[in-house]
Structures are given as structure tokens and as C-alpha cells.
């Protein structure tokens, strides 16, 4: 099974500054078709997830502008470029590349 | 708008069975590939099974191999998952998602397996 480690596990953040977690697979998550499926999502507190980012870096719709993907091979990052109030709440990354799906441990982001 | 909506969850004694369904309206459901996701309390998410739109390729964790199965109703708009041996370790809030990439997810169905 493809691992996937996330980093930092708890991410305290000021509000209007930066955030970025990190994200490794333990194999490529370069597709036969030559896409990367690799996918963020976001789980506020008592709510179910909601993807945020598709494919690395594509947003879904309604996502802010402030949220952003890179990376590539088995190396991504989610960034949030200032971070608010109700961006509170627990990040995983997901590979959809191989069977089967896996998710990151996630990442806690709070408000310091 | 989409909407996944899941129900069937309680509590079941360990060795039990549970079904657990999936309503979804908003999208041409027989169209998509759908998953089940599971997230024990205070814990990650987990992956759990996949069902393409045919119900002609279906994939299971290791986790629930043998015990689980997942099947779908195209023309009642729903997916399902029968739960069988329950054990304490399947003690989890049961999401459905749509499509492989995980678009859209239901607000899930708890499910307590307990003596």
C-alpha cells in the first residue's frame, strides 16, 4: 500500500499569516494516464470532509483563493496564504492513484 | 445539488451484521463510481470500498475483506454496504463518497460495535 506521511501533525497559526503542510507518498503518484491523483481535504469539527484540491493544484469550486497545491512525484504541499477563522480544522491528503486509496494522517490546524 | 445521505448505523454486538445505505440524488447516480469511507472516534480516515457505476469492478481494504460487502441499486439511487463479523475496530462514523477522487461525501452513519 502507498503510505502517506503528513507534517507537521499539529499546525498552530496566527490569524492572516501563512500555513503549509506537507504531504510524501511512499511511491510516485504519477498515473498511467500522466496524471497525479493526489487530492486535499478539509474536516472542520463535526463536520465531513470536503475536498478542497484535486489533481496537485486544481481548487474545487467555492474553495478560496487563499488555499493552494503543489508539488509532484511524491512531494506536495498545501498552502493557505492567510490563514482565518474558519479555515480551523483537521487537513488530510488522499492518493487516488493506487488501489488502495490511502489518506495522510492528517494535520490539525488551529488558531494560536 | 448533490447530496449523498447515509443511514442504517446503531449499535451491534460484536459478530453482528449491520447494512448500511447511501441516497443520492442531485447527479445521474448510475454514472458514478462510488466509495465507502470510515472514520473511527478521533481518528483519520479510512478507505473502506469502491463500486464503479456497472457494479462491475469493486475493490476492498484489507481490513474488511471477506466481511464486508458493497453493492448498489441504480434504479433506487443507492449504494449500500453489508457489514458482517463485526468487530470493535469497525466502530466508526461511515461515509459514502462519490467518484474515485472523493467529490462529494454524505454526513455519515455512526456505527457502534459493542457488548
Known amino acids: 500500500d502507498v503510505v502517506m506521511t503528513q507534517s507537521p501533525l499539529s499546525l498552530p497559526v496566527t490569524l492572516g499569516q501563512p500555513a503549509s503542510i506537507s504531504c510524501r507518498s511512499s511511491q510516485s503518484l504519477v498515473y498511467s494516464d500522466g496524471n497525479t491523483y493526489l487530492n486535499w481535504f478539509q474536516q472542520r469539527p463535526g463536520q465531513s470532509p470536503r475536498r478542497l484540491i484535486y489533481?496537485?493544484?486544481n481548487r474545487d469550486s467555492g474553495v478560496p483563493d487563499r488555499f493552494s497545491g503543489s508539488g509532484s512525484g511524491t512531494d506536495f504541499t498545501l498552502k493557505i496564504s492567510s490563514v482565518e477563522a474558519e479555515d480551523v480544522g483537521v487537513y488530510y491528503c488522499m492518493q487516488g492513484t493506487h488501489w488502495p486509496l490511502t489518506f495522510g494522517g492528517g494535520t490539525k490546524v488551529e488558531i494560536k | 445539488e448533490v447530496q449523498l445521505v447515509e443511514s442504517g448505523g446503531g449499535l451491534v454486538q460484536p459478530g453482528g451484521s449491520l447494512r448500511l445505505s447511501c441516497a443520492a440524488s442531485g447527479f445521474t447516480f448510475s454514472n458514478y463510481n462510488m466509495n465507502w469511507v470510515r472514520q473511527a472516534p478521533g481518528k483519520g480516515l479510512e478507505w473502506v470500498s469502491y463500486i464503479t457505476s456497472s457494479s462491475s469492478t469493486i475493490y476492498y481494504a484489507d481490513s474488511v475483506k471477506g466481511r464486508f460487502t458493497i453493492s448498489r441499486d441504480n434504479a433506487k439511487n443507492s449504494l449500500y454496504l453489508q457489514m458482517n463479523s463485526l468487530r470493535a475496530e469497525d466502530t466508526a462514523v461511515y461515509y459514502c463518497a462519490r467518484d474515485r477522487q472523493l467529490f462529494y461525501w454524505g454526513q455519515g452513519t455512526l456505527v457502534t460495535v459493542s457488548s
Open positions: 489533481k496537485v493544484s
